[in-house]
């Protein structure tokens, strides 16, 4: 049994995601910006340059410090834009130490310059050393930037893909539910049997349009194709489709208007402000929609006459409908208020700018 059992002990579990190792302490090249894999033209055009300098060094003592200067800040910017190993950059600056410092003994010991002047050498030796730690600092830091933003984006979509998946594998048992508990219904007459498939279909009906609605929510962040529509026909179509499905005093009224949306988003959107006003009231109550759209923005309000949610209760507005509603909404540049006033009813406005944020 233990001969059995320790190979299973030693096999990786299947389930659990690999560790993510965290970045090292390396400058991969296929990380880097354009702007650091310049490489080897940067550095010709600064070979070229620090000849130059050298060479006004060595025939203009008096000036020394001028092209000595240039050559040592243009190897700063060199390193700054372009991807160096540290060996590299160990030999670049040797070999530009020793240059320039050989021209500036040579010019002391022959008097035409101060020996404290050689100096500069070491000190400029030592503002590179800076320069680079500090600049390999901020890549390191860029890296481990993206490679956090990258890891983000994978759970992301890793959750998106799973409450998908969900969503979409609850259908199925929902559908076969649904089928079964009708044909009971249906082959008994007893009352208290149909009363009880009542009972059962409607929560069916109501885990159908959470499924949906968590669908809908997983899709609001991604993109959408915005287009013209026709404000009032499009809040008569979707009304209309609720007239049917509840006992109430429907009225609806919208001014003459185009806007800029998605019409499966503003119907799923409408939809879940008309479910949560036929949630909170009974038969013969009222419900009124109204819409207007002008110049700087466009809003739809639902009313209703009932007696609205309990205090810390569904409907307050932390319900999966209005959050996959203000998720929605808040993608296009606008957002959702509700009030509520026990002589009045509640009202949810929905308010949207005329020009989505993208096209600003």
């Known amino acids: 049994m233990s001969a059995i059992a320790s190979p299973l002990r030693n096999k990786p579990s299947a389930d659990k995601p690999p560790k993510h190792k965290p970045p090292k302490n390396k400058l991969p090249k296929h990380k880097l910006p354009e702007s650091f894999r310049l490489g080897w033209p940067l550095r010709f055009v600064w070979l070229v340059g620090a000849a130059v300098c050298a060479t006004a060094m060595w025939l203009l003592p008096g000036t020394a410090t001028i092209p000595f200067h240039l050559m040592w800040i243009g190897l700063s910017l060199l390193y700054g834009f372009t991807r160096w190993r540290p060996v590299e950059l160990a030999v670049m600056v040797g070999v530009t130490a020793a240059a320039t410092g050989a021209i500036l003994v040579s010019h002391a010991a022959g008097g035409r310059i101060e020996w404290l002047e050689t100096l500069e050498v070491p000190l400029s030796v ?21 490679d956090s933003a990258d890891r983000d984006r994978q759970v992301a979509e890793a959750r998106q893909h799973l ?157 999966l409908g209005l959050v996959m509603a203000r998720t929605v909404v808040a993608g296009w540049g606008g957002d959702i208020r509700l009030t509520h006033e026990p002589p009045t009813g509640t009202t949810v406005t929905l308010r949207v700018p005329a020009t989505p944020p993208g096209s600003r």
Not at 194 to 205: C, F, G, P, Y
Not at 228 to 256: F, K, Q
Not at 299 to 312: E, N, Q
Request: proline letters at 6%; aromatic letters at 4%.
């Open 163 to 319: 409450m998908r998946q969900v969503a979409h594998e609850l259908r199925t048992p929902i559908t076969v539910a649904r089928g079964f508990t009708e044909l009971i219904a249906d082959r008994h007459a007893d009352p208290g049997t149909r009363e009880d498939s009542d009972t059962v279909l409607a929560e069916l009906d109501k885990l159908a349009r959470i499924t949906q609605r968590l669908v809908t929510l997983i899709d609001a962040d991604g993109a959408y194709v915005p287009e013209a529509l026709d404000l009032p026909a499009e809040v008569t179509r979707i009304v209309r489709r609720w007239t049917p499905a509840a006992d109430r005093e429907w009225s609806w009224a919208c001014s003459a208007g185009t806007v800029v949306a998605n019409r499966d988003r503003l119907e799923a959107v409408l939809d879940c402000l008309l479910d949560n006003a036929v949630k909170f009231t009974g038969p013969g109550d009222r419900i009124a929609v109204r819409g207007e759209a002008d110049d700087v923005a466009w809003t739809i309000t639902v009313t209703d006459s009932g007696p609205g949610p309990t205090p810390g209760g569904p409907g307050t507005g932390t319900s």
């Open 126 to 146: 030592a503002l590179i050393a800076v320069t680079a730690a500090l600049v390999r600092r901020r890549h390191l830091a860029l890296l481990a930037l993206a």
